[in-house]
């Protein structure tokens, strides 16, 4: 029968030496990865931040005389289309277990919570950096259409250009990670991811402090365009606002909260 | 071997499990018993530190369960089987804990034929029915090739054959030298499927002990067409015994000094007549069990 040929390994007096290591942390991070992108839901969600990206892409395209033709110009719709959703699959990322009550296995496979988390944290980088390509790739198509049709490009792809590119999307990508493993919940945090910047940007109106170091339209913004010089310290302020504070208390919080 | 001392929970100060211990060893099946509400969960979920605990110890072979380096290859849980992610066929729920545990999915298709989901492989978990959700849990639990189990009301949902199903698993699994907890709220069963109980109530354990102890009953009536000749013969010999049902009287067995044979032999040295002479059909665990969960039942009667 088939029950002895499962439980047959397992004498009483089983030896001890065969007792497993830790689970390695490269495989927490593959079976993360799988999470995340294996369900019906997930892939809808990513397809629909790769069209966004492309549609962004296209404007530009299209409409040569309302953008710069150049590669800052086209890296920027394609950040700027990224972000839309991507800080949303973020958010699922550290919310969705909680919602589906999945974190009771999850959390019973590798009791060590912090390694759950930084595996969580490095799929959403990954999935980051992953997007920030595609977008790359989006961009670059983007340019070889407008060169083909013959407009006058700049050859103005810098490293700073690139640099400041990608660390938008992860920035916002953080941000996502901060305010889903802060609140635990999908609905909220995805309101709070939307509603948050937009109420910055109304203040912002009212007050310049919010607007200068707060207001992520823009001091990220800053870091999309690299303009480093003189507002290192909003930017810094404003990760520490919208990343830092809010991801350690999310996961002192995703840490010690009890599975009820 | 699961062990727990004095484990202790408060939620906003007031006491939810209060000072549990338990030991279950390998080779047997322990039964959780307590209504719903009792704090069976809570304790399951304290020995797995998913609940932190607010006092006393638990250890899962010797070493606390968030020390065990991969806890899945050690002992099996199913704390709630309706907490898995809908959209995810049964196949790769699965296939996610055997790839944790770090077990060859081959293992996969050996634990959906065990459990009797092969043919539902394939369909989204969503799609499942509570005793189908039980089993994948079962099989989940199963995944690491552990040598314990611990199920929060497995045989929820299940329907008479998936329950009879659980038990032959199970007893098959702790004839192989596993461990097992499980809870249950109902008391039969437990009987049919576990050899040692812990009855908790309000948070704290009420009874505890072989279930062949804790059935064995605690009375013995005895009748006699001379009732007053028969009271005497007792009082005389220095037996507990109240009057009734009936004419006949119920006699404490005294933690087993007195038996059937004792009373018999103090009936024939007085010279009294028995007409029946038998262990209550009330045994002890069914009376604790009913007063609490009776208790329970009236207590929430009066607060509705």
């Excluded at chain 1, 009550?101 to 759950?116: D, K, N």
């Excluded at chain 1, 830092?244 to 009820?260: E, I, K, Q, S, Y």
């Excluded at chain 2, 999915?105 to 799609?127: E, F, I, S, W």
């Excluded at chain 2, 499980?182 to 948070?203: F, R, Y």
Aim: charged share 15%; hydrophobic share 50%.
């Amino acid at each position: 029968m088939t029950t002895s040929l499962t439980f047959g390994t397992h004498g009483g007096a089983a030896a001890p030496s065969s007792v497993p290591g830790p689970i390695p942390f490269a495989r927490l991070v593959r079976v993360e990865w799988a999470k995340a992108t294996d369900t019906r839901a997930a892939r809808w969600l990513l397809a629909l931040v790769a069209l966004s990206t492309a549609a962004m892409v296209l404007t530009p395209v299209v409409a040569p005389e309302s953008f710069d033709q150049t590669w800052a110009s086209y890296l920027r719709v394609a950040a700027l289309g990224l972000t839309i959703l991507l800080p949303v699959v973020a958010i699922l990322l550290f919310t969705g277990e909680w919602s589906q009550r999945s974190v009771i296995t999850t959390f019973t496979q590798e009791p060590r919570r912090m390694r759950v988390v930084n595996a969580k944290l490095a799929v959403s980088l990954l999935l980051g950096g992953g997007a920030a390509a595609f977008g790359g790739v989006l961009a670059a198509a983007g340019i070889a259409c407008s060169s083909a049709s013959g407009r006058s490009l700049e050859a103005d792809l810098t490293a700073g250009a690139v640099g400041g590119y990608l660390l938008f999307v992860l920035l916002n990508v953080l941000a996502g990670v901060a305010l889903g493993a802060l609140l635990q919940s999908s609905a909220p945090a995805i309101a709070a991811s939307f509603a948050l910047p937009a109420a910055c940007a109304v203040l912002g109106t009212a007050s310049t402090l919010v607007a200068d170091w707060i207001d992520p339209s823009s001091t990220w913004n800053w870091v999309l365009e690299a303009e480093w010089s003189g507002h290192l310290a909003q930017i810094s302020f404003s990760v520490l606002f919208w990343v830092v504070v809010p991801l350690a208390a999310g996961v002192a919080r995703t840490v010690r909260r009890d599975v009820a | 071997m699961i062990t727990t001392t004095a484990l202790t929970k408060r939620y906003d100060e007031v006491p939810v499990v209060r000072d549990v211990s338990l030991h279950c060893e390998p080779g047997t099946i322990t039964g959780f018993l307590g209504a719903n509400g009792a704090g069976k969960s809570t304790t399951m979920k304290m020995i797995v530190g998913l609940v932190r605990s607010d006092g006393g110890t638990s250890t899962i072979d010797g070493r606390p369960f968030v020390e065990l380096p991969n806890a899945t290859r050690v002992v099996g849980t199913l704390l709630d089987a309706s907490a898995m992610h809908p959209g995810r066929s049964g196949r790769a729920t699965l296939t996610i804990a055997a790839r944790l545990a770090g077990v060859g999915t081959t293992r996969v298709q050996r634990l959906l034929d065990l459990v009797g989901l092969a043919d539902a492989a394939d369909k989204r978990v969503g799609t499942y029915s509570l005793g189908m959700r039980q089993r994948l849990g079962i099989a989940q639990a199963l995944v690491g090739e552990p040598k314990a189990l611990i199920l929060d009301e497995p045989a929820n949902g299940l329907d008479p054959d998936g329950i009879a199903w659980m038990r032959t698993l199970l007893r098959d699994f702790a004839d192989h030298g596993g461990t097992v907890l499980l809870s249950s709220h109902l008391l039969h069963e437990v009987q049919a499927t576990a050899d040692h109980v812990v009855v908790i109530a309000d948070g704290a354990v009420v009874a505890a002990g072989r279930l062949d102890d804790l059935l064995a009953s605690s009375t013995i009536l005895v009748r006699s067409p001379d009732p007053v000749a028969l009271a005497a013969a007792l009082r005389a010999a220095r037996i507990d015994h109240v009057p009734g049902p009936g004419d006949a009287f119920t006699v404490d067995v005294g933690g087993g000094r007195v038996t059937t044979e004792v009373l018999a032999s103090t009936a024939r040295d007085h010279q009294v007549l028995l007409t029946e002479l038998r262990p209550s059909e009330a045994n002890g665990l069914e009376q604790l069990f009913f007063s609490l969960t009776g208790a329970k039942a009236a207590s929430g009667e009066a607060a509705a």
